[in-house]
């Protein structure tokens, strides 16, 4: 108790609001002071305080919500559903992707380097660096929920360079338009490389253009991919 005590000891029926504003538990709270006899009741003042902290703003964001979509129809939807409707998949289905892509030039699906970028997609990249590469290409981090919600396709197109100039340039990106600028890399573990190094520290999502375009030195772990 004498423990508890010396930590109760400047604390009052008050808290500090999200804003950094100070508001009284109860009438006067700012001059009573909380002791052991009374700390259940501040724990429990506390408490409602934050759960009804930002009632008014969620009333807000309840009555936008209806004014497009009836309330009748959210209640049929848990909160995971309506967040997958809304925001699309929390992981990224490279399938869904892979049916909706296009492609330009000389690549299609049988091109070395468009099969080297769907594994990579598919067996070698973790969950975070598939939604940075999402980000990188269309500057969002969820794919739709299905094929119909795709309201543009994904587009990859040759990053056409000189031949010694290939394996050290970077991907670009056009996120307004979806669209990979993919040069023809030689290997499945320079792409990798490159991918990696893009997606990590090119995040500029409205560079449309601006990407870095300069050939970067190599610098490649051999295990970190494995070629077909």
């Not at 975070?128 to 969820?142: A, D, I, N, S």
Request: aromatic residues 12%; hydrophobic residues 30%; glycine residues 6%.
């Amino acid at each position: 108790n004498e423990l508890l005590s010396s930590i109760l000891d400047e604390l009052r029926y008050e808290v500090v609001s999200s804003n950094g504003q100070t508001y009284e538990l109860v009438p006067n709270g700012k001059n009573i002071p909380i002791t052991v006899s009374n700390f259940k009741d501040y724990c429990i003042s506390y408490r409602e305080y934050r759960l009804n902290e930002f009632n008014r703003q969620i009333e807000c964001i309840r009555q936008g919500l209806y004014s497009i979509v009836p309330g009748y129809f959210l209640g049929l939807f848990t909160a995971s559903e309506l967040e997958e409707i809304v925001c699309g998949k929390g992981e990224m289905d490279v399938e869904l992707l892979k049916r909706n892509t296009g492609y330009g030039g000389h690549y299609n699906q049988e091109t070395p380097c468009i099969q080297r970028l769907w594994k990579i997609l598919r067996e070698i990249f973790n969950e975070e660096q598939k939604k940075l590469f999402l980000k990188f290409v269309w500057g969002r981090c969820t794919l739709p929920s299905c094929d119909d919600d795709f309201r543009s396709k994904f587009q990859i197109v040759p990053y056409t360079l000189s031949a010694e100039l290939v394996d050290g340039a970077l991907p670009r990106a056009h996120t307004c338009t979806f669209v990979l600028d993919l040069p023809e890399y030689s290997t499945i573990d320079i792409m990798y490389d490159r991918l990696n190094y893009a997606i990590t520290y090119c995040t500029s999502i409205d560079g449309d253009g601006n990407m870095n375009d300069d050939p970067m030195p190599t610098n490649l772990d051999s295990d970190s991919a494995t070629e077909e």
